[in-house]
């Protein structure tokens, strides 16, 4: 196949979809199919959320919605000793009365679907194209952000983490700003580490002209950004209340040991990780990061770098590395807004084609030392299941 004959394949690719986005219905249809595909492409072995090997998660979760503010004693090396602070999830299920397995994973289901409505209109609002919207939403749908209820099965709630994130990322309203920051830092640490790239969208995103990026954008304080920080500011302080009022804490003994150990040990898996936080998406990553190289904003760069290097450092520091990679989610928005205003719309929907493509191959999970999983696709899970 030459050239000319994939330059044809992606034209006429875009002309389908363009006719499918002037449908009067689109913007439900959208979300649906890509959670179908999502749901086709990997999905969630929820057998296995009710067998013995999960029943020790799920207990711990399940006995904090009794009393989410009393002390649990957990073994210090297992999942339910970091839960005293993941208090989003067990406040939500208070609310709504949820009180088994099945109805938790009922409620990562309708979190999968409402990701799926922010999404496309997250990126319709930066690239200000229902086609390059409908490409990348579906991009998403094939990578592991679109197929998290495979991990969430274990009571992770990574999709209220995402959903909360992508929120923070779309609002405008900074009342909804600081409640999405917040429930998503107590969905996850993991979101509060990724703020720094929430952050770094602010100032993109305030910063009409790409050029003018550079070290004093950083202190140009968008109202987004204050709030940001004030929610950094409400996180912690609500945090220390709940220790000092309450007592709860999260397992730190031989906290740094372990980390460099585990550090050391993982770090042959780490370019097979790093690829899958993003997938398809690393192109435009590399093509915002080629930009910004060639003008020379090495401040900029520079900051990006250690928002970027603190959340890959967290990931290849724990085992589930591609659970934590991909919390680098808020780079896919950044470098899109990056690359939406130098390239013409043509060139950008031609890139969110490829980004499609290469995010099209299977989900891949990579854990520990060397640990790679695929995550299933829906024909061989049902056939997996039915054989036990």
Not at 83 to 107: C, D, E, H, Q
Not at 174 to 179: A, P, Q, S, Y
Not at 241 to 268: C, M
Request: charged share 15%; net charge positive; glycine share 4%.
């Amino acid at each position: 196949m030459d050239q000319n004959m994939l330059v044809r394949f992606a034209e006429d690719f875009i002309r389908v979809v363009d006719r499918l986005t002037q449908w009067k219905y689109a913007a439900w249809l959208l979300p649906l199919m890509a959670v179908a595909c999502s749901l086709f492409t990997a999905f969630p072995s929820s057998d296995l959320a009710n067998s013995q090997e999960m029943s020790e998660n799920w207990g711990a979760l399940l006995e904090q919605v009794q009393d989410p503010f009393s002390v649990k004693d957990h073994p210090s090396a297992s999942h339910a000793a970091n839960m005293a602070f993941r208090i989003t999830p067990v406040l939500l299920a208070k609310a709504l009365g949820l009180r088994s397995i099945n109805a938790f994973l009922i409620l990562q289901g309708v979190a999968l679907v409402l990701l799926f409505f922010v999404l496309p209109r997250l990126f319709r609002k930066i690239s200000n194209d229902p086609v390059v919207s409908w490409l990348l939403t579906f991009s998403v749908s094939f990578m592991f952000v679109g197929n998290v209820l495979c991990s969430d099965y274990r009571g992770f709630f990574e999709v209220l983490a995402f959903l909360f994130l992508a929120g923070t990322l779309l609002f405008d309203s900074l009342f909804l700003i600081l409640g999405c920051s917040l429930l998503a830092f107590f969905t996850d640490e993991r979101a509060l580490i990724a703020s720094g790239l929430v952050y770094i969208f602010f100032v993109v995103e305030r910063e009409k002209d790409v050029n003018a990026l550079g070290l004093a954008s950083f202190f140009r304080f968008s109202p987004k950004m204050i709030v940001l920080m004030a929610s950094w500011v409400v996180y912690f302080s609500l945090r220390f209340f709940l220790s000092y009022r309450f007592g709860l804490k999260t397992n730190a003994t031989g906290l740094v040991d372990y980390l460099l150990h585990t550090t050391i040990k993982q770090i042959n898996i780490f370019p097979f990780a790093l690829w899958t936080g993003l997938e398809g998406f690393w192109v435009i990553v590399l093509i915002a990061f080629a930009h910004l190289v060639t003008a020379r904003k090495w401040s900029f760069v520079a900051l990006c770098s250690v928002a970027f290097g603190v959340v890959v450092l967290t990931a290849i520091w724990v085992f589930d590395i591609t659970r934590s990679m991909a919390y680098l989610m808020p780079l896919i928005f950044i470098s899109l807004a990056i690359v939406s205003r130098l390239q013409p719309l043509k060139n950008l929907r031609v890139i969110s084609v490829v980004v499609l493509v290469f995010s099209f191959f299977p989900t891949y999970y990579a854990a520990g030392v060397d640990h790679i999983g695929w995550l299933y696709p829906m024909p061989l899970q049902l056939l997996r299941m039915m054989a036990m």
